[in-house]
């Protein structure tokens, strides 16, 4: 199928929800990806590039699958929203050990050092768009091992909290052997948002398009989304 064939499926390295395995690309939605085009009898590879890179290109790009991208008020019109892939709660985590790192609001968290991933990223731009100023209390990571290197300065005191999701906060310390219990939730970020998604660029082929969201529904309703949900 010639539109098939010009698909791309991008992501950028974000475990567990998409990362690098021996066997290939893993994952929640990178395996949600991988049934979403067997069921719409579609074939691309999933790859990854820095999420800058993959942002980039599926703005830009028709026929660019793109995940796990957030799904915000200001994205809605950008692209074309194909399958929801989970709730999102990114919030700003401490060390237990450092109870005077007070943090009640945003306005409180401002007070201190916080490490987040690339400037593209959803929470990363909330936070520039509430006050906080990149070199100074924000420390953002051009790097797709940006939750492991945050945790890692967390817990050497380089910095005062980090930006996570609970499920990345587990699978990260488990990956690089710290304990994930020296390490608390303290604020949810109070962003708004519709979870995170499996999207396609704009302009792309309208067939793709309606092949993948009746993929979806049939994913949905047989409930092999579900299971991936659940393991």
Not at 14 to 36: C, E, H, I, T, Y
Not at 86 to 113: F, G, H, N, Q
């Amino acid at each position: 199928h010639a539109a098939g064939q010009a698909l791309r499926a991008r992501a950028g390295e974000w475990p567990p929800f998409d990362f690098k395995a021996p066997a290939g690309a893993s994952g929640v939605a990178a395996d949600m990806v991988r049934s979403l085009l067997d069921s719409a009898g579609l074939a691309a590879q999933p790859e990854f590039l820095p999420w800058n890179r993959a942002y980039q290109l599926a703005q830009h790009t028709p026929n660019v699958l793109i995940f796990t991208l957030t799904r915000t008020p200001d994205r809605e019109a950008q692209f074309e929203w194909v399958l929801k892939v989970s709730d999102r709660a990114m919030s700003l985590y401490r060390l237990k050990s450092r109870p005077e790192i007070k943090v009640t609001d945003l306005e409180s968290a401002k007070e201190y050092r916080v490490g987040t991933g690339p400037k593209a990223d959803t929470s990363t731009q909330f936070l520039l768009r509430s006050g906080f100023v990149s070199g100074q209390n924000l420390e953002p990571l051009q790097t797709e091992t940006a939750d492991q290197s945050n945790l890692r300065k967390l817990v050497a005191g380089r910095i005062d909290l980090m930006v996570s999701h609970p499920l990345t906060i587990e699978f990260t310390a488990q990956l690089i052997g710290i304990d994930s219990r020296l390490v608390e939730r303290v604020l949810t970020l109070p962003e708004k948002d519709a979870g995170y998604w499996i999207a396609l660029s704009k302009k792309s082929d309208p067939d793709l398009l309606v092949r993948l969201r009746a993929a979806a529904e049939r994913l949905e309703k047989d409930g092999g989304l579900e299971k991936i949900r659940r393991r």
